[in-house]
């Protein structure tokens, strides 16, 4: 038998000291059953379109793990410690007691490291994660809120889940001239002025027939697909819930908006949209789905019902009455009788509504934040800000979580604020102020 020097021996010793220092240190699994009975959490470390149940891959699994939080590896260099702590707070997480993590071993590892840091020592793997897709929820309607990867494969003719039926529009929205489109843009995309769907003096949506001559420029039919990102995701969504009133079957928004396709360093393009060839017809009656959009005097119903809810898509200050939230409306106040949707810290933010990276918060969140309000899916809702572009992204939301009965009071406070014969609520108040 060959003799092994010192030497080796050495280095063989150290290296098995050194693996087992690692093998201490890596993260035993659970499976789910053994989490639950310890009354521990599941975390999704993936990116949240692959949480809300878009597949990784054609045939792969689509949704999370039953009661899985959302905590992805991408948004942790923009979460101060703080914000870690509030999060696992908000999500009742105890230090002591045990999380088992799923995604990829680099995600995991990352989320690992950053729970640990903030004192969570129990923090395993999820051993049999993904695996039983009967038991995976999801988004009823994940595909409404697209991610840039599956847009870049669209145009690139590469098989997709949840493709387009037939023709396709990917389109910047945004208000006024296409100042920050001339200079990059998600490549082939057109450009749509708000201005188009929206007018003075309350900036309520523009005339049906300005609607039909509007959808007639952009080439777009009852059977296009349109795929609408802003800047701001409010402008995107506030095009497609008018596009979904005027009767476009198919109208998707880019979750996280512009920010998301700029963050995954995908090709850009610069100036001047293309020409478009016009359609010579909508192929359908405008508007297509009329409930999607409630007027004063259908709000002014829906106050104080158990059946009903009628949502302000305000910050705290404009709903208490502190400020309108705008240089151009003057009366301060909101809709007596009115539910608190949450919004953001002032009239152009949504912060209640965002994951960090700026997509859509999860749908579980969400609903425990609107029932608190006595805001229900199985009501009547109707949401409403300023002007309607908040609550446009709130409804788009609440149809990709499955809402079946929600629109947009398109007047919202501008409107109701601007005949003083309307009940007004202004101070601190609560969910029974509503009933």
């Known amino acids: 038998?060959?003799?092994?020097?010192?030497?080796?021996?050495?280095?063989?010793?150290?290296?098995?000291?050194?693996?087992?220092?690692?093998?201490?240190?890596?993260?035993?699994?659970?499976?789910?059953?053994?989490?639950?009975?310890?009354?521990g959490a599941v975390i999704d470390t993936r990116v949240s379109a692959f949480y809300n149940g878009w597949p990784q891959s054609l045939s792969g699994p689509s949704g999370h793990e039953p009661a899985a939080l959302n905590l992805s590896a991408s948004w942790l260099s923009a979460m101060?410690?703080?914000?870690?702590?509030?999060?696992?707070?908000?999500?009742?997480?105890?230090?002591?007691?045990?999380?088992?993590?799923?995604?990829?071993?680099?995600?995991?590892?990352?989320?690992?490291?950053r729970l640990k840091k903030a004192g969570y020592s129990q923090v395993s793997v999820l051993s049999d994660a993904l695996q039983q897709a009967g038991r995976l929820q999801r988004l009823p309607h994940f595909e409404q809120l697209v991610y840039p990867q599956w847009i870049h494969q669209l145009q690139?003719?590469?098989?997709?889940?949840?493709?387009?039926?037939?023709?396709?529009?990917?389109?910047?929205?945004?208000?006024?001239a296409p100042k920050f489109f001339l200079l990059n843009h998600i490549p082939g995309a057109g450009y749509i002025d708000t201005n188009e769907v929206e007018s003075e003096p309350?900036?309520?949506?523009?005339?049906?027939?300005?609607?039909?001559?509007?959808?007639?420029?952009?080439?777009?039919?009852?059977?296009t697909t349109v795929i609408l990102y802003g800047r701001d995701v409010y402008a995107a969504a506030r095009v497609a819930q008018i596009m979904l009133y005027a009767g476009v079957k198919d109208v998707r928004i880019l979750d996280g908006g512009w920010k998301t396709w700029s963050d995954a360093g995908l090709p850009v393009e610069r100036g001047m949209p293309a020409e478009v060839k016009p359609a010579p017809d909508f192929g359908a009656p405008i508007p297509g789905q009329p409930q999607l959009m409630v007027d004063m005097e259908g709000a002014r119903g829906m106050l104080h019902r158990q059946d009903a809810s009628l949502v302000s898509i305000r910050s705290w200050p404009e709903f208490i009455g502190e400020t309108s939230g705008y240089s151009y409306i003057k009366p301060k106040g909101e809709i007596a009788g009115a539910r608190w949707g949450h919004a953001g810290s002032d009239a152009t933010h949504m912060e209640d509504?965002?994951?960090?990276?700026?997509?859509?918060?999860?749908?579980?969140?969400?609903?425990?934040?609107?029932?608190?309000?006595?805001?229900?899916?199985?009501?009547?809702?109707?949401?409403?800000?300023?002007?309607?572009?908040?609550?446009?992204?709130?409804?788009?939301?609440?149809?990709?979580?499955?809402?079946?009965?929600?629109?947009?009071?398109?007047?919202?406070?501008?409107?109701?604020s601007s005949h003083p014969q309307n009940p007004v609520s202004v101070g601190a108040r609560g969910p029974e102020s509503s009933r």
């Open 156 to 176: 690139l003719g590469k098989p997709i889940a949840a493709a387009p039926a037939g023709e396709w529009k990917v389109l910047e929205a945004g208000w006024g």
């Open 80 to 113: 101060s410690d703080e914000q870690l702590a509030g999060w696992a707070k908000q999500h009742h997480l105890a230090p002591s007691a045990p999380i088992a993590l799923y995604g990829s071993e680099a995600d995991n590892l990352a989320v690992r490291t």
């Open 353 to 416: 509504f965002h994951n960090p990276d700026g997509t859509m918060r999860s749908a579980d969140d969400i609903a425990a934040m609107w029932k608190q309000w006595g805001i229900l899916p199985d009501q009547h809702v109707a949401f409403y800000c300023g002007t309607g572009w908040r609550a446009s992204e709130t409804f788009m939301y609440a149809r990709a979580m499955g809402w079946k009965n929600v629109a947009v009071y398109d007047g919202g406070w501008y409107e109701w």
């Open 1 to 39: 038998m060959k003799r092994v020097s010192q030497l080796t021996a050495l280095a063989l010793l150290c290296g098995l000291a050194s693996f087992s220092s690692v093998a201490a240190d890596m993260p035993h699994s659970l499976t789910l059953e053994q989490v639950q009975q310890q009354h």
């Open 202 to 223: 309350l900036w309520n949506k523009v005339s049906d027939d300005k609607l039909k001559a509007m959808l007639a420029k952009h080439g777009i039919r009852h059977n």
